[in-house]
T-cell receptor
Framework: NAGVTQTPKFQVLKTGQSMTLQCAQD?????MSWYRQDPGMGLRLIHY???????DQGEVPNGYNVSRSTTEDFPLRLLSAAPSQTSVYFC??????????????FGDGTRLSIL | TQLLEQSPQFLSIQEGENLTVYCNSS?????LQWYRQEPGEGPVLLVTVVTGGEVKKLKRLTFQFGDARKDSSLHITAAQPGDTGLYLCAGGRRGQNFVFGPGTRLSVLP
């Protein structure tokens, strides 16, 4: 009963490095999304996907790329890490389309520090 | 500018007290969700309300959606230390992504 699995849980990068945050879900959900959580800002949407092969930008997409080659996986790539990208990143999935009443299931997050 | 505002931002109370936290917007939503997030974990859905004026109860937690579907409240009766966490509201509209408020951080002291 894994739900949404994110790896790694913690990561420290130097400015300019690139990395990929992994997200996998085993609930056959079509909708998946990436958020960042900063103090006092709540959850802000970075990118989302409504199904395999379909991705789109959210509120704060700059500096991040995503792909969705399978229903299960939705990796988030930081192209050239900047200190402003220090944050906690959450992946979520849900049954149904955007804005549906279905619950979003969240992973436990990746805590990323950029030095 | 936050589409959803939550108040208070922080709340520290003693075990057994009652409390209410608020989620407000100038926009109308078709649904409103409340999540609780504990340290080191992702948010977990508590409830979804979809009808203006709707009231839902979950044990000691009572959720209300405003008549105009622009605001919501969460009332906790006889708070317990296990209620400690970050409470997030999220507003949804069909065909659009949910938007989250900044959260209310609740601490219930034994």
């Amino acid at each position: 009963n894994a739900g949404v699995t994110q790896t790694p849980k913690f990561q420290v990068l130097k400015t300019g490095q690139s990395m990929t945050l992994q997200c996998a879900q085993d609930m056959n959900h079509e909708y998946m999304s990436w958020y960042r959580q900063d103090p006092g800002m709540g959850l802000r949407l970075i990118h989302y996907s409504v199904g395999a092969g379909i991705t789109d930008q959210g509120e704060v997409p700059n500096g991040y790329n995503v792909s969705r080659s399978t229903t299960e996986d939705f990796p988030l790539r930081l192209l050239s890490a900047a200190p402003s990208q220090t944050s906690v990143y959450f992946c979520a999935s849900s049954y149904g389309d955007r804005g549906s009443n279905q619950p979003q299931h969240f992973g436990d997050g990746t805590r990323l520090s950029i030095l | 500018t936050q589409l959803l505002e939550q108040s208070p931002q922080f709340l520290s109370i003693q075990e057994g007290e009652n409390l209410t936290v608020y989620c407000n917007s100038s926009s109308v939503f078709s649904s409103l969700q409340w999540y609780r997030q504990e340290p080191g974990e992702g948010p977990v859905l508590l409830v979804t309300v979809v009808t203006g004026g709707e009231v839902k109860k979950l044990k000691r937690l009572t959720f209300q959606f405003g008549d105009a579907r622009k605001d919501s409240s969460l009332h906790i009766t006889a708070a317990q230390p296990g209620d400690t966490g970050l409470y997030l509201c999220a507003g949804g509209r069909r065909g659009q992504n949910f938007v989250f408020g900044p959260g209310t951080r609740l601490s219930v002291l034994p």
